[in-house]
């Protein structure tokens, strides 16, 4: 009996060792820090001061519900905290203030902002200095300049694109200025060239963040079946009857996300420290069955505030539509998921990261 019970714990403690040295272990990659860069859709609260409201954290939701990065950190026992703090402009705000918008480092690791395009300026906030937004690539090279390289167990959270797609439909539709060429010269030919330029300086932003050492990055694909109210109204027919110089379709529009798309997935589909996140997929499932997500309003605003302005960034539990919207509809304003729909994407993020991560 004692010979069975020394060869049992020297078995035993040759298993720990080589379990130890990664031998028949576990691979996972373990996750101890987060770092987010991108746009509203990940934003944790850059505009917190804009909101005047200690308990309003001024994220693109109903707030202070969390969106899909802080949904992804706390399981990894995680926060993610602002790294700039962005005022409110005269440009952008529709009223709300006479002021010139400033921005201020305050350090946090979520770097992302609300209007923040791929690599151009002018950014597209509707409240927020839009010379002053930074673009997710000049989110990542402010981050370099304070850390030499990304950390082994560190996890990066990226979305980016979206933005790109608006400007392009503002440049054509209304003749703003957004590609800097002057109002009313970027044609349809112009904006498309513009979105295969924003996919491919996403595709250069991964593959430098992979040269300074990233293992895990999560990337956030464009595009949602769910048309959102904003998507609804402009590209309706009746409204690009009359209010276009030149009508950009619906159609045209998924067919810039599509290129986007197709670009940015081609290009990382053989960089093996990324996850590629399906979000129309993800989204369209919700499409499919509303009901098993606990959905009952997939067209509607959740939020029903006007002051400071109508943007979910002021968005309270006291503003919303029914007591239950931010759990029950899809959409908090024009353009951004309520907390409920931001669980969705969240889900489906851990559970392509299940088997990467630990």
């Known amino acids: 009996m004692r010979q069975r019970i020394t060869k049992i714990g020297m078995a035993s403690a040759v298993l720990a060792a080589v379990t130890a040295c990664g031998g028949g272990g576990d691979d996972r990659t373990p996750v101890k820090s987060i770092t987010v860069f991108g746009d509203s859709l990940s934003d944790v609260g850059t505009y917190h001061a804009a909101t005047g409201d200690a308990a309003n954290p001024g994220k693109f939701t109903v707030n202070p519900g969390n969106v899909w990065v802080e949904n992804v950190a706390a399981h990894y026992g995680l926060a993610v905290t602002p790294n700039r703090s962005l005022t409110l402009d005269k440009d952008a705000s529709s009223g709300a203030t006479a002021e010139v918008g400033t921005a201020t480092v305050i350090g946090g690791n979520g770097y992302a902002e609300g209007g923040a395009r791929v690599a151009m300026l002018p950014s597209e906030s509707g409240i927020g200095n839009n010379q002053l937004v ?141 996850v590629y996140v399906d979000a129309q997929a993800t989204w369209g499932n919700v499409q499919a069955n509303p009901a098993r997500y606990g959905f009952t309003n997939l067209t509607d605003k959740a939020c029903t505030n006007t002051k400071l302005t109508t943007s979910a960034t002021f968005c309270t539990r006291a503003t919303m539509a029914t007591p239950d919207a931010d759990q029950t509809y899809f959409w908090s304003d024009s353009f951004h998921p309520t907390p409920r729909g931001h669980q969705v994407l969240s889900d489906q993020v851990l559970e392509l990261l299940k088997s990467r991560t630990r």
């Open 134 to 274: 930074a673009p997710v690539r000049a989110q990542v090279n402010r981050y370099l300049q304070t850390h030499d390289k990304f950390p082994d167990d560190g996890l990066v959270l990226i979305s980016g694109g979206g933005n790109d797609i608006y400007a392009q439909f503002s440049a054509v539709c209304w003749h703003t200025d957004d590609n800097n060429l002057g109002a009313g010269n970027t044609t349809l030919d112009i904006a498309t060239a513009k979105i295969a330029e924003a996919a491919q300086a996403e595709v250069d932003m991964i593959r430098q963040i992979r040269s300074k050492g990233a293992r895990l990055i999560v990337l956030i694909s464009q595009g949602n079946p769910i048309a959102s109210p904003f998507w609804r109204h402009y590209t309706s027919p009746e409204y690009q009857a009359k209010g276009c110089y030149t009508p950009v379709t619906a159609q045209q529009t998924d067919a810039w996300r599509a290129q986007f798309n197709t670009i940015v997935q081609e290009a990382v589909a053989n960089m093996p420290e990324v």
